[in-house]
């Protein structure tokens, strides 16, 4: 099974760059340092608590949107309205530097497409192989790279609860080719560590055997003219809006040649 590269958050970029250029997806160790993992944690809790698991409990009704997001798998939207953590993380200097390196000339003005938790619950199976960039799958290929993720961990990501399986090099392959076993690369790391990736990795979430809940705290940024996938006026309420700070807002797509929502 191969191994995903692990870098340092001090590492030189550089070499977090040709790490990710080369296999898709990178480890940074310690992305964040254990005292705001638990603030973040803490502040989504109570509202982790009150999510359903899955989007659909009626099986006869269920289809395969439902069975790709998961039955035994939570999703909280609107990270940036319930978290000044959070807030502080996606407009930090090495998420944006990977933002603006990825996306390259596309990345004068990034937002964001979606942020969300992904809490994988007990007895959770693998989720479908997939790549974010297919989201946009109506944006013909061959084509510059439309997005660049983060999957924080909240916990730690073990092999046994679930952590996100990768498939390295994947970016760069022929849409019609599949894994072999001996190909995908599991996002093993501890707590307050983060998986960086480009949209065009195929990957997935893990299958979790374990009593433990896994949480994966999930962004991604995205051209600006790009529609997101999510709807942050909808996953945002107003007063939340307001408390932003102006790079904040500026990432879920208020901009000052655009409308502005504090005046
Ligand atoms: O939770 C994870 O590890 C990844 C899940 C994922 O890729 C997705 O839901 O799109």
């Known amino acids: 099974m191969p191994e995903l590269v692990h870098f340092k958050r001090a590492d030189p970029l550089e070499h977090i760059f040709a790490g990710l250029n080369r296999d898709g997806g990178v480890v940074i160790d310690g992305f964040i340092d254990a005292q705001v993992a638990e603030e973040l944690a803490t502040d989504f809790q109570r509202e982790l608590e009150d999510v359903p698991w899955g989007n659909n409990d009626e099986p006869e009704r269920s289809d395969a949107t439902d069975a790709f997001f998961g039955y035994?798998?939570?999703?909280?939207?609107g990270l940036i309205g319930r978290s000044?953590?959070?807030?502080?993380?996606?407009?930090?200097?090495?998420?944006?530097?990977?933002?603006?390196?990825?996306?390259?000339?596309?990345?004068?003005?990034?937002?964001?497409?979606?942020?969300?938790?992904?809490?994988?619950?007990?007895?959770?199976v693998q989720q479908a192989f997939h790549r974010d960039g297919d989201t946009w799958r109506h944006v013909p290929r061959p084509r510059p790279e439309l997005l660049v993720s983060f999957n924080v961990a909240l916990t730690d990501f073990t092999r046994e609860n679930g952590a996100t399986v990768v498939v390295p090099g994947s970016h760069r392959w022929d849409r019609s080719r599949k894994p072999a076993p001996d190909e995908i690369a599991q996002a093993v790391m501890k707590k307050g560590s983060a998986l960086l990736y480009v949209g065009e990795l195929m990957h997935a979430?893990?299958?979790?055997?374990?009593?433990?809940?896994?949480?994966?705290?999930?962004?991604?940024?995205?051209?600006?003219?790009?529609?997101?996938?999510?709807?942050?006026?909808?996953?945002?309420?107003?007063?939340?809006?307001?408390?932003?700070?102006?790079?904040?807002?500026?990432?879920?797509?208020?901009s000052e040649t655009g409308f502005q929502l504090i005046l």
């Open 72 to 77: 035994r798998t939570k999703r909280l939207h």
């Open 84 to 124: 000044s953590a959070f807030e502080r993380i996606l407009t930090g200097e090495l998420p944006l530097a990977c933002a603006k390196r990825v996306l390259g000339d596309y990345s004068k003005d990034v937002i964001l497409s979606t942020n969300e938790l992904m809490a994988i619950g007990a007895d959770e």
């Open 205 to 254: 979430g893990g299958a979790n055997a374990t009593e433990q809940t896994r949480v994966g705290m999930y962004f991604g940024y995205i051209p600006s003219w790009l529609r997101p996938l999510e709807n942050s006026y909808v996953t945002v309420t107003e007063a939340a809006m307001k408390t932003l700070t102006p790079a904040a807002q500026r990432l879920v797509g208020y």
